[in-house]
Structure formats: structure tokens, C-alpha cells
């Protein structure tokens, strides 16, 4: 069983970075593959970014590629989302996911588990 908790949102303006963490509380998830979605007010969920267990690949949405990173510490069991350059569009709960394969977060949208989501909220 994998726990995740994210952190690190907040409120900022157009131009600011943040970002955000999401610890595996229970340590058995480093052999995973992670990634974050977000979801904003009446929209669905979309996927932003996954990487794979070892780090050594990654993968983003069209819409974040260039501004964010995302990376993961495994000795710390955390996984890391850099976000620069947030536009009022990247306004959204933000979640941590992990699975077993990677190709369940980047092609089918989907996870085994997930964290409870951060918010974050950027102003024009």
C-alpha cells in the first residue's frame, strides 16, 4: 500500500514558480512509476506530468512542457513538480499518483494510488 501526501501549493501571481512535493509516507513506492494530475473548478481531471521509477525517463502535457519539471528523490521517497512560469490557466487541485507501470498514468490516465491534492491558485 502506497500513502501519498502532497504539499506546496499556495496562492501566487502570473510569472511565479512553486513547487510542489508528495511524500510516500509508507516507503514502498519507489519501485513505482509517479506522476501528477490536476483538476480545475467543473473540468475533469487531466494529466501534467509522470516519470518513471528509476527517474531516467519523463513525460509531460503539452500545455506544461518548457515550464514545468517534474523529478523524484527516491532516497527521500519523494517526488518533486518545479513549476515556473504559472499562468491563471494552471489554477487547479493538484494530485500525486503512483502505479506499478508507468504507461497506466501516461497513456491511460489512471493510477492504483493517489495523494489527497494541493492547491494551487495563480492571479492574473
Known amino acids: 500500500q502506497v500513502q501519498l501526501v502532497e504539499s506546496g501549493g499556495g496562492l501566487v501571481q502570473a510569472g511565479d514558480s512553486l513547487r510542489l512535493s508528495c511524500v510516500d509516507s509508507?516507503?514502498?513506492?519507489?519501485?513505482?512509476?509517479m506522476g501528477w494530475f490536476r483538476q480545475a473548478p467543473r473540468k475533469e481531471r487531466d494529466f501534467v506530468a509522470a516519470i518513471s521509477w528509476s527517474g531516467r525517463s519523463t513525460y509531460y502535457a503539452d500545455s506544461v512542457k518548457g515550464r514545468f519539471t517534474i523529478s523524484r528523490d527516491n532516497a527521500k521517497n519523494t517526488l518533486y513538480l518545479q513549476m515556473n512560469s504559472l499562468k491563471p490557466e494552471d489554477t487547479a487541485v493538484y494530485y500525486c499518483?503512483?502505479?506499478?507501470?508507468?504507461?497506466?498514468?501516461?497513456?491511460?490516465?489512471?493510477?492504483?494510488?493517489w495523494g489527497q491534492g494541493t492547491q494551487v491558485t495563480v492571479s492574473s
Open positions: 499518483a503512483a502505479d506499478p507501470r508507468v504507461q497506466s498514468i501516461v497513456i491511460q490516465y489512471t493510477a492504483d494510488y
Open positions: 509508507t516507503r514502498t513506492g519507489s519501485s513505482y512509476a
